[in-house]
């Protein structure tokens, strides 16, 4: 049973690396950034791809923050937001990208069509119920 497991685990990250590396070939970086925390501990890198049909994505790549109820990724109209800031209450404009898909690991979200960059440029990791920035990356040109 045990080398079942094993077997199961090595084609499932297989695939997950077939999968990422199809996504970096068919889609072009446009920004780029690094998570930080200090309420939450968030790493990782947030990345804003185009695909060649024009469609946009944010990537979360060896991304980790704590576990947590009703959490979203959003992209927010700021240059950064501290940990501790209420950027929503401050009606900060925001895109919600979805509920986070995890709290550790690699992932991708939809970027709506017609979404500005140029002012959409932080990914904020919020806790809607309770209120609270998990962690921000401010976006850069790649």
Known sequence: MNRLRKLSCIAVLSLA????????QSSTPVQTGVFHGQVHSTSGRASVYKGADGKMTLRLTDFKTSNGPDVHVLLIAA???QDNDNFLKSNVERIELGKLKG?????NYDIPAGADLAKFHTVAIYCE??????????LEKF
């Open 17 to 24: 690396a077939t999968v990422t590396a199809a996504f970096a």
């Open 79 to 81: 240059n950064d937001a």
């Open 103 to 107: 709290n550790e690991g690699d992932q």
């Open 129 to 138: 119920r309770f209120n609270a920035n998990f962690g921000t990356a401010p």
